[in-house]
């Protein structure tokens, strides 16, 4: 063999090997964008829905909280120093369930394909919990076991965000990891 012939057959073994590193490379790099992508989509779909089951929960709060006054008002009168005051509480009511209801719209509109199985468990627990809440809103007239489902929706909210919460944690973290 000549030494032309040798050396082309080195120079196309050296391209060749070069050009399978950066094939690999590249995919690599292709994976990780994805990732990347995945997440921030995770991460932008994960904290809207936590978000509105915060407020969500903030809502609730207040409802409960109105209605108690509501409840401790004597019955047939005003209140002596502001004579407004039960209509106003009611008003605070009514916008607290209209509140309510955007937040449980809110919640339904989320893209639930962009979340993980982990995260999916914990968004079909408090689309339970949304869904019974709407039918007290919708359905039902205020009365005293209204608000007790009302509490202990909002205990179930709590317990679902923090797992919300440990699960989003853990995805900026990662997140943050793959963008250094």
């Not at 007290?136 to 005293?144: A, N, R, S």
């Not at 509490?151 to 923090?162: F, G, P």
């Amino acid at each position: 063999m000549s030494p032309g012939l040798w050396g082309s057959l080195i120079g196309a073994t050296i391209s060749a090997f070069v050009a399978i590193m950066i094939m690999q490379a590249n995919a690599k790099r292709e994976i990780r964008n994805k990732k990347i992508d995945r997440l921030e989509q995770f991460l932008i779909e994960a904290i809207y829905f936590r978000d509105n089951v915060m407020s969500l929960k903030y809502c609730l709060e207040e409802y409960v909280f109105i209605t108690r006054k509501i409840k401790e008002l004597p019955k047939g009168s005003n209140q002596p120093d502001d004579p407004g005051y039960e209509k106003g509480l009611s008003n605070a009511q009514l916008s607290s369930e209209e509140y309510a209801i955007r937040c449980l719209n809110n919640i339904k509109s989320v893209d639930k394909n962009k979340f993980s199985f982990e995260y999916v468990q914990h968004y079909s627990a408090i689309v339970e919990v949304c869904s019974t809440l709407e039918h007290y809103f919708y359905f039902l007239k205020i009365h005293t076991p209204r608000e007790i489902r009302v509490k202990q929706a909002i205990n179930k909210l709590e317990s679902e965000l923090r797992k919300l919460n440990e699960i989003i944690e853990t995805n900026e973290r990662e997140f943050l990891k793959l963008n250094n």
